[in-house]
């Protein structure tokens, strides 16, 4: 399928590796220029060189954490007028309810909320006075069903999903679709390191803790980035311009719900 947006300008965050990483290149292969970013400088510009290479379109990786505003700023003068915006940064760390103190919070509010809130800011208004523009936001399974030991994800990403229920109708008067996609488990560097964390805790294998967490997916599998980065793609495409202020899980059927 012909997504009908080649030429256009996406800036992904968090993309040099994972679910980030899988829409930027799906968002390439569709013909896409891009902007990308990630903290580790080498293993951003080899991501970017490959998507290049692969798919004849111009990446710039711009180097930085993207929870600060210094690296926002240089990031947002890189992206410049974006008519694509796909949100992503880390994930908090798990622990228990009564670890966490006021600093933990603000970090996962900074990571999880504010720095998705203050991308679309500076962007979405060029897209409204354009007249098209597509934003996603990679949030979590969790802001469906919370996972007790995501506390600070739970909390963060259900504040990100609030202020996008509200100001994605807004925008979609002037041609923007404002959506959410949320990842159950999927094979990245950060199920690694949760299965790793499943592994010390119950003082198994990493290959049974991995294969214990697909025993509770309905698919039996984790998801992979290039599935991931293929709904992503399509959300941004021209034939979901009637898509608006979704919550879309990519999960295997992992959260059991009726809608
Ligand atoms: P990942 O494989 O660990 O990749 C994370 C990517 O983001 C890397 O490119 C990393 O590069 C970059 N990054 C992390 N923190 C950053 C920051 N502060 N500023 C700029 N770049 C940053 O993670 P993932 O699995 O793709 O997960 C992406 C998001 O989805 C996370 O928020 C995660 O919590 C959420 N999620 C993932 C799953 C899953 O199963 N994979 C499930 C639910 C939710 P650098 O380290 O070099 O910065």
Redesign the pocket.
């Known amino acids: 399928m012909d997504l009908g947006i080649r030429g256009r300008k996406a800036l992904v965050?968090?993309?040099?590796?994972?679910?980030?990483?899988g829409c930027a290149e799906a968002l390439a292969a569709a013909g896409c220029d891009l902007v990308i970013?990630?903290?580790?400088e080498e293993?951003l510009q080899a991501t970017a060189r490959a998507l290049e290479t692969a798919h004849g379109v111009t990446v710039i990786g711009v180097a930085g954490?993207?929870?600060t505003e210094t690296v926002r700023k240089r990031v947002l003068e890189a992206a410049g007028a974006v008519d694509i915006l796909v949100t992503?940064?880390?994930?908090p760390p798990p622990g228990t309810w009564n670890d966490w103190n006021r600093d933990d919070f603000i970090r996962a509010l900074d990571?999880?909320m504010l720095t998705p809130i203050a991308l679309m800011q500076a962007l979405v208004p060029g897209m409204a006075a354009r007249g098209w523009g597509r934003v996603v936001n990679?949030t979590?399974?969790a802001v469906r069903a919370p996972i007790p030991a995501l506390g600070l994800?739970n909390t963060a990403r259900t504040g990100l999903t609030g202020f996008v229920a509200g100001m994605a109708r807004q925008v979609a008067p002037q041609g923007v679709t404002v959506n959410n996609l949320l990842?159950?488990?999927?094979a990245?560097?950060?199920?690694i390191a949760l299965d790793g964390g499943v592994a010390r805790t119950e003082g198994i294998s990493i290959e049974n803790a991995a294969r214990q967490r697909m025993a509770t997916i309905p698919a039996r599998r984790y998801g992979t980035p290039e599935e991931f980065g293929a709904m992503c793609a399509f959300l941004c495409s021209v034939h979901a311009g009637f898509i608006v202020g979704q919550n879309i899980l990519l999960d295997g059927g992992a959260t059991n719900l009726t809608m």
């Open positions: 965050t968090a993309a040099s590796k994972g679910l980030g990483r970013n990630a903290r580790g293993a954490d993207i929870t992503n940064a880390g994930g990571a999880n990679i979590s399974q994800s990842p159950g488990i999927h990245t560097d950060r199920a």
